[in-house]
């Protein structure tokens, strides 16, 4: 199975100050139709995840566009420009390119 | 888009329980669907099934004890749950795939329902 490994586990951040996290996979994440099934979901406390990127880059509607994803093959980052209250929770990394799926352990954001 | 999950309690292990996804704004016959449990060690897909209805996927951890099935006239999903152990205590989400395809992940995700195995 596909192991998906985040860092840092926790994220202190400064408001208004960039963020970036960092999500490996054990296996190239490129599938046989050509595309990177890496995605990212926020989940604020007490709710339900919400995704936020998918396909390494793509922003889901009504995402801000200070949220950015990139990478390739093993690696990726999601990248906030600058950090805004409601961006407290915990971020995950899933991937969609090989079974069975797998989500990273979560990023936890908050607050300094 | 609404997905309201049903079914959710508390269970002895051994024991069986049904969760159901009540799904509302889209059709169940035009999207994929999955089942993903959260426990204090994070998120796990636990199951899939495709557009068609015909083809469903399981974790490795429930397969042979869960399945995955829908009711399109009712716009239900459903997870049938057998021989619950510990282990599987977790609050269970209902996610909606964009269209006959999971890979890029879930649009919509239910509240989630809560079950707890314990004697």
């Known amino acids: 199975d596909v192991v998906m490994t985040q860092s840092p586990l926790s994220l202190p951040v400064t408001l208004g100050q960039p963020a970036s996290i960092s999500c490996r996979s054990s296996?190239?994440?490129?599938?046989?139709?050509?595309?990177?099934?890496l995605n990212w979901f926020h989940q604020r406390p007490g709710q339900s995840p919400r995704r936020l990127i998918y396909?390494?880059?793509n922003r889901d509607s009504g995402v801000p566009d200070r949220f950015s994803g990139s990478g390739s093959g093993t690696d990726f980052t999601l990248k906030i420009s600058r950090v805004e209250a409601e961006d407290v929770g915990i971020y995950y990394c899933?991937?969609?390119?090989?079974?069975?799926?797998?989500f990273g352990q979560g990023t936890k954001v908050e607050i300094k | 888009v609404q997905l309201l999950e049903f079914g959710g309690g508390l269970v002895q292990p051994g024991g069986s329980l049904r969760l159901s996804c009540a799904a509302s704004?889209?059709?169940?016959?035009?999207?994929?669907m999955s089942w993903v449990r959260q426990t204090v060690r994070g998120l796990e897909w636990v199951s899939a099934i495709?557009?068609?209805?015909?083809?469903?996927y399981y974790a490795d951890s429930v397969q042979g004890r869960f399945t995955i099935s829908r009711d399109i006239f009712q716009n239900t999903l459903y997870l049938q749950m057998h021989s619950l152990g510990a282990e599987d205590t977790a609050l269970y989400y209902c996610?909606?795939?964009?269209?006959?395809?999971?890979?890029?992940?879930?649009?919509?995700w239910g509240q989630g329902a809560l079950v707890t195995v314990s004697s």
């Open positions: 996610a909606k795939c964009e269209s006959d395809n999971c890979r890029p992940g879930f649009d919509y």
């Open positions: 704004g889209f059709t169940l016959t035009h999207h994929a």
């Open positions: 495709s557009v068609s209805g015909k083809n469903t």
């Open positions: 296996q190239s994440l490129v599938y046989s139709d050509g595309n990177t099934y």
């Open positions: 396909k390494v880059s």
């Open positions: 899933m991937q969609g390119t090989h079974w069975p799926w797998s």
